[in-house]
């Protein structure tokens, strides 16, 4: 495995204001990549639909309580028009912030780090995003589902995007939906991390998020290292240890 390693995150509802790159609209209408055509689809959708989607629907569209709609509704209107940052700043969650993308060069960091997301399928850290709220188990009007929908956009692009490299797979289950059996069984590299309370059951999704961070870090600063490696050689935080199941890691949560 020649190319780099390839981490797969999911995105964060805490993102940087405003932008200085190129405005969505004209991102997208530009984009002659295998996305493009879905990413000119799901825009039009979000931006059509808005007058079928009363605040109730909007808010779990975007994620967010009542006293935030109207903003939110504004926010996914001037889609066409918002200005872009390129993803690793956009993203400002807990999880990019302590796996230190603002302060990476994508093309020349050691492992690519791709986020799933609802607006974009698929964002590479040198991709334009504008600001945004979309959440990716919401349902469009005119789309349906998203997750399904990016799932059969996006599930073989994300598969070529694995092929001939080692690739951590960090999605919650929800963004874990973007893949289908099928495009998963032909990535050979792929190691999943999940994230366990010591019963089994899954870890509390913000407990995790400090937790992703630093495992991202350390796989960006040692691109070599693979998941006996990552066990042995990488703290995961407080109240966090990683253990091997089978080919895959597992982080289990003490608290």
Not at 70 to 97: D, M, N
Not at 179 to 192: D, H, I, P, Y
Request: charged residues 25%; contains cysteine; neutral net charge.
């Amino acid at each position: 495995m020649s190319r780099r390693p390839l981490v797969l995150l999911p995105p964060s509802k805490g993102k940087a204001d405003d932008g200085d790159g190129p405005v969505y609209g004209d991102v997208v209408a530009a984009d002659t990549g295998p996305l493009g055509e879905a990413r000119r689809r799901l825009l039009a959708a979000v931006v059509g639909d808005l007058d079928d989607l009363d605040d109730a629907a909007l808010a779990r569209v975007a994620g967010v309580g009542g006293a935030k709609v109207a903003q939110a509704r504004a926010l996914l209107a001037g889609l066409p028009g918002a200005p872009t940052l390129p993803a690793h700043l956009r993203y400002t969650g807990v999880v990019h912030g302590n796996a230190g993308l603002a302060d990476i060069t994508p093309r020349r960091a050691g492992a690519e780090v791709i986020v799933v997301s609802a607006l974009a399928g698929l964002a590479a850290m040198g991709d334009a995003v504008p600001d945004y709220r979309l959440e990716f188990a919401a349902t469009l009007p005119s789309l349906g589902g998203i997750a399904g929908w990016w799932r059969e956009q996006a599930a073989d692009e994300l598969a070529r995007r694995c092929r001939g490299r080692r690739v951590w797979d960090l999605l919650p289950a929800e963004h874990a939906r973007i893949w289908t059996t099928e495009a998963r069984s032909r990535v050979r590299g792929l190691v999943t991390v999940g994230f366990v309370r010591p019963d089994g059951r899954a870890a509390n999704a913000a407990r995790t998020k400090v937790c992703k961070g630093r495992l991202t870090a350390a796989l960006l600063a040692a691109p070599d290292l693979d998941a006996p490696g990552l066990v042995t050689d990488v703290d995961p935080g407080d109240q966090w240890v990683l253990r091997l199941d089978g080919d895959d890691v597992l982080a289990l949560c003490h608290v």
